[in-house]
């Protein structure tokens, strides 16, 4: 029951509150004019002789004066209605603009992106101030300022993120512009995110003291949400810097190769740093670049369209970079604090972002970032660039060692091949060498056994041709041996040379001769072509003759029958040249290539039918360049072979008196035996 | 006289040989290279190869394979000849099947001696298969007798148990 009495006078008093003053006072009149009718009745009352008089006022008069006394009353009264009212509207209107701003207050809160958050507010502040044009600035440490929002029309270069100087040192035309086009600016400061909020209009004087309260007091509520939503931005931009923190981390120790590395930065980075260009410099000597500067060269550069930087660049470092005063000049902090250092570039607009590389205290290289972007790179970045520094100098130096270990290795290896294979020739020269002087050793050692047997040999055309056979093969093993022992001394560099002037020419005719009974037993013919009567060369006499005796044997060897064998002998500038040409079954390129390395012989069929040490080769290349000439080799399978010398050492006409006598007392003469004894034919 | 085939692509070494091998008094025939080595078992039935390893077209170990493989060549005793002498080759040698495995160089003796010394093992194992040929048979012939023996006797007790059933 009591709590019902307590809700109805509840109910009232709200009746009476919500009727207001106008009702207020209209019911204070009543009362007011009661009370002067009645001292109007007891002053005037016939009662009273004194003022019988006014009796005799005619009931019109008395009417007249109380219709004149209503209305007044009833004038007053409206006077004052109307006075109220307008007082209700303006407390009204007062309190919806309370409401507003409170309401702007609430919406902020709601909000954590400051984006929406902006949005939001320049919407609801709409219904409070009129305006244009609704900008939010906010400062940067940079000594300048970037444009966090707009809502207005759209000007070139004053867009979301633009940055603007804080002051202009010169006039700028497009602000210039732009301030002509919006008469009037209202600005206040939003502490909460070290920025203002400006909004302009294109009306002049439109905006008045109150308005700037008005918005003093807007910002005073939406403050506490732009301050949530910076925090909120800050962590949230904390985490995804964690986030790629960590999977530059796992790339790092899961890469190995240095590129792949530095890619995988430059993917993770640029989603947290906005850059252009990220390059990795190794510098050569640390130590030297923090003295002086110093070289280094460039092993990653991202996106290769900076014309004067890309892959494999060996550039100076400006030790300026390092210059502290500049940079906190230019940049606003400090690189002692944080490692890494900006620097805006001389020739034109673009900042650089380097973080050194440290291992174990001593600076292998730099990361550094590039941006056109004049305000790209703060503190915030800095941080960042300094801390993925600090992870991926480490796998670097881990890289560089695992690259030079894989080097070392690979060295390792291909020496170890390297003997191997010299390994498997020795043993590959030893058992060619053993076969080759073993066979004619057994033939030699089998018929004396035979002619020193009672019945061995029967007759005598027997025995002589049994003779016959062991003298060839006694010549055989003599080639041989000498051919080993000259390899050898070749080999030692104890091969000695003994040049003496002598006649080309007639050096070649000799060969001619002797080789003549070789080349009838395969019905081969040698055609000497030379364009000078007499040349003479200061050279060994015996060792040419060995080289040119070596290639023509191989010629006649592997040349068929009834083919034409060409020396050609000229004279090529300073030097003697020589060619021998034959139409045999040439090599192939890989033939070729091994071709001069001892004991090498092509492994075909008809090599395998022609017997020889596939020593003649390496001794004329290595005599010939014992005498600083060169041997060239051109030859196509099925076509031929072509053999080239070239021999220094041209000298004029000496008689026989000039001769040294060195010249006679050198080693043995080649050849002295009938070359068609030896074994040089297939049989 | 026994045959033997000299396979050399040397013709000094083949003189030799077939000299040495002549006036020890064996028949000799010769082929040049590894190729040549199956028709000329085919053609001249020897009783033992001397194989030379290197040879420029079918090399000795190729050739000793092949003739390995051919069950009708495959009992030819085959001494290899070579002047390398690496243990490897003696182990493929033996692989192979070769009886025995000369060096170069050696002494005519020591080829007469081992060829001479082949001859008689491969005559004695000859003579032995004979022998077993013989006792084979005579064995077989004793077998039939016996069977035919117990067969006789089987009837005739076997007649005798059905007499004794059938009481």
Redesign the interface.
Known sequence: MGRRTRAMTRVRTWRFQSSNSAHRRVALLVPGFVAFAATAFTEFSPVNPGVTAFLLWTPAEVGLWAFLLGAGFIWSARMDLKAARRGLSEVRRAEELRRAISAIGVAASWDLDLNRLYRRISQDLRSIIEFDRFTVTSALPTGRMRIEFVNGNAHEGLETGSLLPLSPSEPDGLLEEYRAQYKSRLTAAIPACSGTLTIRSREADRYTADHLDLLRQAIAQISPGIANATVFRASERQVRERTVLAEIGRAVTSEQEPHAIFESVDSSLSRLISYDHLGVVLVDDGDAFYRAGGAGSIVYWSRDGLAERSRGDRIRLDPCVFSLTDVIQRTGFDPLGIGASGKVDDRGSRVWLQAPLVVQERLIGLLMLSSDDAGAFGPEQAALAQNVSLQIAPAIRNAQMLAAERELRETLDRQNQQLYEANNARKQFLSTVSHELKTPLTIISGFIDLLASKDGVSSEEDRRETLRIIRKNADQLDVLINDILDISRLDAGTFKINPAPFSVNKLIADLHASFQSVLKLRSQTLTVQSNEDDTWIDADRARISQVITNILSNACKYSPEKTEINLICEIDGDRLHLAIVDHGIGMTGEEQQSLFTAFFRADNETTRTVPGTGLGLVIAKSITELHGGEVRLKSRPGVGTTIELWLPGLTAKVTAEELPQAAFTGSRLWPERDLSELDLGAD | MAKILIVD?????R???S??MK?AGYEVFQATDGSEVMPAVHSYQPDLILLDV????VDGFTALGALKNDPRTKTIPVIMI?????PDDLDTARNLGALDYIN??????EVELRVQWAITALEQQRSARQRRKVEHDQSKEDAKLAELERLSAEEEHGAGGRNTLAS
């Open positions: 692509d040397s013709a000094d070494i003189l030799l040989l000299r040495t006036n290197s040879m420029p077209k070579t002047a390398k002498g690496h170069k160089p050696w002494s005519n003796g």
